[in-house]
């Protein structure tokens, strides 16, 4: 009887195959939520931008139609597609200003926790608090930003948020606040693991200001700096909150993202063009996927080259 149960061939597959098998039962629950609200709805939207819909009634084949609308001449979608590179571009700025910001908070000086709550409080409070708190900011005569700005004669017409020359790049700064928190809080985790022998025996050698911070700091926050790339890229093709909570998308359509003009195509009042939202948000999808690609393509090299 003995001999029986030591024998491999006389287990059941799952003793014989316990190992391989029991991690996958535990990820199983995450994997079928992840299929059913994530992949299949993929799947979905590609399949809707194929059709005319109104969301209720019968979808109507239209196939490459409602491409062909997007890329040959639709004004919204173009102003939605550069207004998105500029918040691609100017959101970057979050990853240097967070990085200074943690170097600073990163010294033993007196009152530095509270510093540190100071600048981490942008991070834990909602997004539209946020974009109320910069549109009650920017509020023409009345608000603090217009009055420093008339301090040195500077006047814009309409204020930031109603001048269509200057409101996306003020919705574009009242998300940087968050963001720069957000980047801060990576970099001073960063820096927690930085290697003080490291930075004893570059100073032994000489090194001090910018070429200890670009020879030994920044090396070693490498793994910060490529998440907070991941999650302000993510963030800024991601900006609907802002927009919608600051100008609607005015004035004038001129800050629409691709995020938010598919809202307004699919959803709001205007819309309800389902099939035409559904093409942008396979647009914007394959944005976010080429920086994905690459982002993951950068980890599998590094951890490579580390084996």
């Not at 930003?145 to 017409?157: A, K, L």
Request: glycine share 10%; aromatic share 18%; net charge neutral.
């Amino acid at each position: 009887m003995a001999s029986q149960a030591t024998d491999p061939d006389r287990r059941g597959w799952y003793r014989r195959n316990e190992i391989a098998v029991t991690p996958w039962l535990f990820l199983l629950p995450g994997l079928i939520f992840f299929a059913i609200y994530v992949i299949i709805p993929i799947f979905q939207s590609f399949w809707i931008s194929f059709h005319e819909w109104d969301g209720l009634g019968e979808k109507e084949w239209v196939g490459l139609a409602n491409y062909e609308r997007l890329l040959g001449g639709d004004r919204k979608f173009e102003t939605s597609f550069w207004n998105n590179v500029k918040w691609l571009l100017l959101y970057l700025l979050a990853i240097p200003m967070g990085l200074f910001i943690a170097l600073f908070l990163n010294q033993t000086v007196f009152g530095i926790r509270i510093y540190k709550s100071l600048f981490f409080f942008p991070f834990v409070i909602s997004q539209v608090v946020v974009g109320l708190v910069f549109s009650w900011f920017y509020l023409p005569n009345n608000g603090l930003f217009d009055v420093m700005t008339g301090w040195f004669g500077i006047d814009i017409r309409g204020g930031v948020l109603g001048n269509p020359d200057t409101a996306t790049y003020g919705i574009i700064a009242a998300g940087l606040w968050p963001q720069t928190a957000y980047c801060m809080i990576l970099y001073l985790t960063g820096l927690n693991a930085v290697d003080p022998e490291q930075v004893e025996a570059a100073r032994l050698d000489g090194a001090k200001g910018h070429k200890m911070l670009w020879y030994v700091i920044l090396p070693q926050l490498k793994p910060a700096t490529f998440i907070a790339f991941v999650v302000t890229i993510i963030g800024a093709l991601r900006s609907f909150d802002f927009i919608a909570v600051m100008t609607n998308g005015g004035p004038f359509g001129s800050t629409r993202v691709l995020s938010f003009y598919m809202f307004e195509e699919s959803l709001s009042e205007f819309g309800f063009r389902m099939g035409y939202g559904a093409a942008i948000a396979v647009v914007l999808f394959f944005l976010m996927l080429i920086f994905i690609c690459y982002f993951l393509y950068a980890m599998w090299r590094d951890e490579r080259e580390a084996r």
